[in-house]
């Protein structure tokens, strides 16, 4: 018997992060300028005081992603620790894209930001 | 997803591979530098970045197109299954190569012959044009104008840039270097005609209008296979003479080797004026022989066109009133005057292969439906877990497409059989030079077989996916009344199979009761035993009435004096070998007929001994004399048929016809005879016929009759030698026996018949197989039921008969649509029926009857099996 595709929709790469969020601040990290995976997982960790954890294989599957739409370009180089490592950088698109999603981010973020908030006055004045 | 990453997947993921070694790489680094020991440092970063191979899957993934993966892998998924019933596939396979086959080779003929242009310059606007008698008494065919007729149409018309006639005539064609002479069919044409085909010769030039003078130079064109047969496909012949009715004619051009026409007997060409009369040219109530054909001109329609030809023929009529002269004129495009013979049998043909085809579709959808109900469960469960109905359909589709495609694969090679056989066997067929499998006819084939593929696929595939899954988990349990709606599913396909049997049935039928009809039909004459060969004359040698009298005259004593011949007689035309001709006539001692109505009757000729020597019965009166010769011929014979038109309730004997037969003037005859009717051709009634002696010399055409006691073929060669001692350049043609003759004349119906009944004899095998296939189905699943009713205490026979009665449902639905339709579809075939009436109630009451008795055998055998099943096993079949 052939194997069955399952039945949900493709699984999302991030899991626990929100669809297009990862491929977000990927872009994010390559405004400083070309990156390697390692560095990319690292600066992202870091930069959300470890708030974001990202499963860091599911990195490159999006890294993948990301130059086929062409938003970055790649190549082999030497790092840092002298070690041979895929180099990412950010292309023109990609920091148009950076840019629009950016924008879209903090609309979404606001208007959630402000449910919530009248949210929170409401459990606040109901629990007195 | 990309393309180019799709196919570097594996490049891309050696790369991935090394990409994340380097991660670890540098995680372990980062970790060894943190203080963490070397196998800690290793463990830690392998953690952390988690399954490697899991990202791999999924950039896999990413890179691939799923559908063409999937696709890959049904048709894999679909070879095994199907390789797991290997007969199913060879039957299956076999059944769709049939149909497919023969619906290729169909439309490949059908194509070629029906609907492609002939090869010919803008083929689309060139028309026949012929007379057409307002009282729709004219035949209506090419080959019926007269040439006068013609010169004013090309005169006084302007819908036409160019028009041309042409008619068929005969030579011999003198030996030369020890060749034999040969009698050939040959085309006399006005000089443009070439060019207004746009035919170019393949060497030499065409016809000028210098050439077509009555005193011009003989000049001929050379069909491109009598240049090969006959002047070895050398180009030097172009400018040499050849010798026609001994005389010489120089040879101008030769043309294409595509060009066959009007048919492929057409050997040469000459121009009108140098073979024809200039009276017959420009006569407009005699002669009405030739064929018209016109290039309408740009931008005028049909109908313009012909209204005018149609006022100018009417008003010649009404200016030659005391003439025979046609009074409206007709045309048609030049294509459909060439296969309106071969029209309607070819699109009954291509219909009862389209049956065949559908009747087969009908088949495997059936037997997929069997598959699909055993492997219910399986389905079931993998719809359980999550497979989509459309994934499951697609199953489905993958399966029966692979089928009709190794089918139709198969297929196309017995179409390419079964073309070349029909290009043999049918060579009478027009065009038959140009039917051939093109690109289209292929992508017919790859469309015709996506059809069927999805057809069959679609049909049990949607019965399979929207049944509910939990009942059919449930059905393991125990199921007593089966799956009922994919056992009506089956039903509904059976019995639209079995109509469609029937309906073919009827058709085969009647076509072949037309066909035994035909055989059976007394064509007036014996037909044991007797030798025809015919001959023409050539006009140089046998210039004088006495000469050609007296060549019959030797001829028939020295053959008559041959060993074994019981008797023999000469006559213009044999029963069975066409239309001869016919005469307009008036009787003498009736009263004049209206002006501008003629009667006509067939003419034949014949010496005393002809109508003994082929057993035509004498009805009244007497036979010719041998003094009736020359111009002493003032007595005619008639045929039953004649007396029944035109001496209804009189004697005929000593009344008096007046015709024109041996002179423009005309000469009375005294009617001394009447003999018994015969058929020119077998399938139209017997003509009025009027017989004049042909010891007067006037038809240099004539058809030699020998009877002997048995073994006549033995005959012919000794025959022939007698002719060639007395004319050494005479051609004999046509050397048959009566029988050959009239197989001839039959071979059309009989080919026909054939075909349609071996269709539907295969229709009917396929809807036996499909009957037997669900009734053996509807009893496996009924085994508990039939168990539980035989514990009961019902009857074997009870048994035996619930389990006939529903299988022969179907049947009978089937075989009551089927009558229906058939009696439909016969109207449509009314015209290829010859002796028996679309409604023909024999013919419908032995396809019932063969039908009800196949359906039976079909049936009883799961019947049988039913009613004896072993209880025990039957109850425990769960």
Known sequence: MGKEKPAGKEKQPTGEMLQGTLDMLILRTLVMGPA????????????????????????????????????????????????????????????????????????????????????????????? | MSVRRFFRRRREDA????????????????????????????????????????????????????LLGDIYRDIRYAVRTLARTPGFLIVVVLVMALGIGANVALFTVVRSVLLNPLPFKDANRLYSLYDHDTDGKSADIPGSVAGGDFYDWQQQSHGFEQMALYKSYGFNLSGQSGQLPEAIVAGSCSANFFSMLGVRPAYGRWFLPSDDRANATATTML???????????????????????????????????????????????????VVL?????????GDHTFTVIGRLKQGVTPVQAIAQINAIQHHLHQQLITQAVSDGADMRPMIDDLVQDVKTPLYVLLAAVGCVLLIACLNVANLLVARTAARRKEVAIRAALGGTRWRLLREQLTESLLLCGAGGLLGVFLAVGAVHWLKITRENLPRANAIHIDLPVLLFAVGITLLCGIFAGIVPALSAANKKILSALQDTARSVSGSQSRATLRKVLLTTEVALTVVLLIGAGLLLKSFLQLRSTDIGCTTNNVLTMSFVLSDSKYQKPEQVASFYEQLLQRVRSLPGVQAAGLTLAVPGSGFPGNLHFNIVEHPPLP?????????????????????????????????????????????EAFVRQYFPGEDPLGRHIHTRWRTDAGEEYAIVGVVGDTRYDLAKQPEPT?????????????????????????????????????????????????????????????????????????????????????????????????????????QRSQVLGLVLGEGLRPAWVGLALGLLGGGIAARLIREMLYGVKPLDWSVYAVVAVALALVACVACVVPAWRASRLDLVRALRAE
């Open chain 1, 36 to 128: 390697h995976g390692h560095t990319i997982a690292h600066v992202i960790e870091h930069t959300s005081e470890d708030v974001l954890q990202v499963e860091q294989g599911s990195l490159y599957p999006a890294l993948h992603r990301l130059e086929d739409r062409g938003w970055v370009a790649s190549e082999w180089g030497v790092s840092e620790n002298n070690r041979k490592a895929k180099f990412y950088k950010l292309t023109a698109a990609g920091k148009k894209q950076l840019h629009a999603e950016t924008h879209r981010w903090l609309q979404v973020v606001g208007a959630i930001g402000r449910i919530l908030g009248e949210a929170a006055e409401y459990a606040k004045r109901a629990s007195r």
């Open chain 2, 15 to 66: 790369e991935l591979a090394e990409e994340m070694e380097s991660h670890l790489a540098h995680e372990r680094d980062e970790n060894l530098a943190r203080g963490l020991g070397e196998d800690e440092a290793r463990r830690m970063a392998a953690l952390k970045l988690g399954s490697t191979r899991r990202v791999r899957e999924q950039l896999w993934k990413q890179n691939s197109f799923p």
């Open chain 2, 223 to 273: 069909t491109w296979s009598l240049y090969q047969r006959r002047f070895g496909g050398d180009p030097a012949i172009v400018g040499k003479t050849i010798l026609l009715d001994e005389k010489p004619y120089t040879v101008i051009g030769v043309l294409p080797s595509w060009f066959r026409y009007p048919d492929e007997r057409t050997q040469l060409w000459v121009p009108n004026r």
């Open chain 2, 277 to 285: 009369p200039a009276d017959m040219m420009e006569m407009h109530g």
């Open chain 2, 595 to 639: 002006k501008g109505k003629y009667i006509y009757a067939m003419m034949g000729a014949v010496d005393p001994g002809y109508f003994q020597a082929i057993q035509i019965p004498l009805r009244k009166g007497r036979f010719f004399t041998d003094g009736e010769r020359w111009d002493n011929d003032h007595d005619a014979i008639v045929n």
């Open chain 2, 690 to 794: 009027m017989y004049f002696p042909i010891y007067d010399g006037n038809a240099d055409a004539a058809t030699l009759v020998v009877r002997s006691q048995h073994d006549v073929a033995s005959l012919a060669l000794p025959i022939q030698k007698q002719i060639a001692q007395l004319d050494p350049d005479l051609p004999v043609y046509h050397v048959l026996t009566m029988e050959q003759l009239i197989g001839r004349s039959t071979q059309d119906a009989s080919f026909n018949a054939t075909l349609v009944l071996a269709f539907a004899g295969l229709s009917l095998v396929l809807a036996a197989v499909g009957l037997y296939g669900v009734l053996s189905y509807l009893v496996t699943q009924r085994t508990s039921e039939i168990g539980i009713r035989i514990a009961m205490g019902a």
